[in-house]
Structure formats: C-alpha cells, structure tokens
T-cell receptor
Framework: LAKTTQPISMDSYEGQEVNITCSHN???????ITWYQQFPSQGPRFIIQ???TKVTNEVASLFIPADRKSSTLSLPRVSLSDTAVYYC???????????FGKGTTLSVSS | KAGVTQTPRYLIKTRGQQVTLSCSPI?????VSWYQQTPGQGLQFLFE???????NKGNFPGRFSGRQFSNSRSEMNVSTLELGDSALYLC????????????FGPGTRLLVL
C-alpha cells in the first residue's frame, strides 16, 4: 500500500474553506484515495473516495491531479464541529488493511 | 441501512483475563476488518474476514484471534490480556470487492487493569 504524507495539523476559522493536501508518490494503478474523519473516541467516518479528477459529495470535494501523486480534500465553509482528525489513505480498500498515518488534526475556531 | 454496531461499547478487564468483542456489519456486507487504536501506535490493522475466512492479517501476536459467522457477524478474542492491550477496538465492514469503502463502527473501549 502506498504511504501517504499529510500535514500534522491545520488551523482555521468558522466559515472558511479548508484544503488538506496529501502526498502519495507511490500510488499504484489500482489504488483509490479515501479520506476519513475521526472524532475522539469514535470510529473513523468515511468522507469521500476518488480515483482521478474531481469527486464531490454533500460534505466535501476531492481533487486528484492527472499524475495521482497527490490529492486535496476540500471542506467548504467549516464549522466548529469539523474539528477532528482527517486521514488520507491510499489503496484498494476492499478487503485490504487500511494503513492509517498520523492524520491531520484540524482545529476550527470561532 | 443500519450502520456497523459493536458490543460492548466499554469493557474493563484485569491482566491475564480474556475478552471477546462483537461486531455486526452493515447488512449485505461480507467483509469485516478489525483495528486497534492507541495513542502511541495510532490505528493498526489486526485482521480481516471475508465469507467466514480470514483473508488478511496484521502484525499482532497470536493472543489476538477472530472469527466470522455465516451471517457475517464477527467476533474478536484477546487472551491473556496485558496492560498494553488497553485500546479502542474498531471494526469496519465493506462488501469486500475492489473499490468498496470500509465503514467503521463506534468501537469498543477496553481498559485492562
């Protein structure tokens, strides 16, 4: 599974757009890019998954350039409740071990 | 659809005891994976079951074992508990096919005294 690198922490204010970039230089052809959000003492919550270009759902967008060596999770207009740890994972998620890094701790202030 | 459920949510045991945790996957999901999360090591993969067979295994000692039933429900057992086994144990379910997402349950918080 490809290793990922993402910032340890980020700070933002309510109402701002937050972009978290993840590097995955060794991504394989069959790998998907998946982002999870985790609050303290809870299980990770699936946010978004993509393979290439752009994916958007009701909570976030995922931008993947053509070479797929990085990806950016975009959270529009964050609120205090978006304060959490965000994990970027790369791999063929079905049935394989998800390798979680340290994640990015996002702190949103008023 | 109901999400992944785990029981019990909290558990206190003493060293040397054994414990069994249960996970019910999302209806229709055939794959169940187990993870351990600690402040020091983060989220680590234990093993994955698909159609009652262990398909993938992480780097944990043999004290950690699991099984899956025909209804896809899974149990994880830890024998001879150690203090270091105190952690949040998470299970995740998916359809088990390429590209399908894993969905996590709320976890079982185990404290070993």
């Amino acid at each position: 599974l490809a290793k990922t690198t993402q910032p340890i922490s980020m700070d933002s204010y309510e109402g701002q757009e937050v972009n978290i970039t993840c590097s995955h230089n060794n991504i394989a052809t069959n790998d998907y890019i998946t982002w999870y959000q985790q609050f303290p003492s809870q299980g990770p919550r699936f946010i978004i998954q993509g393979y290439k270009t752009k994916v958007t759902n009701e909570v976030a967008s995922l931008f993947i350039p053509a070479d797929r060596k990085s990806s950016t999770l975009s959270l529009p207009r964050v609120s205090l409740s978006d304060t959490a740890v965000y994990y970027c994972l790369v791999g063929d998620t079905a049935g394989t071990a998800l390798i979680f890094g340290k994640g990015t701790t996002l702190s949103v202030s008023s | 659809k109901a999400g992944v459920t785990q029981t019990p949510r909290y558990l206190i045991k003493t060293r040397g005891q054994q414990v069994t945790l249960s996970c019910s996957p999302i209806s229709g999901h055939r794959s169940v994976s187990w993870y351990q999360q600690t402040p020091g090591q983060g989220l680590q993969f234990l093993f994955e079951y698909f159609s009652e067979t262990q398909r993938n295994k992480g780097n944990f000692p043999g004290r950690f074992s699991g099984r899956q039933f025909s209804n896809s429900r899974s149990e994880m057992n830890v024998s001879t508990l150690e203090l270091g086994d105190s952690a949040l144990y998470l299970c995740a379910s998916s359809g088990g096919l390429a590209g399908e997402t894993q969905y996590f349950g709320p976890g079982t918080r185990l404290l070993v005294l």
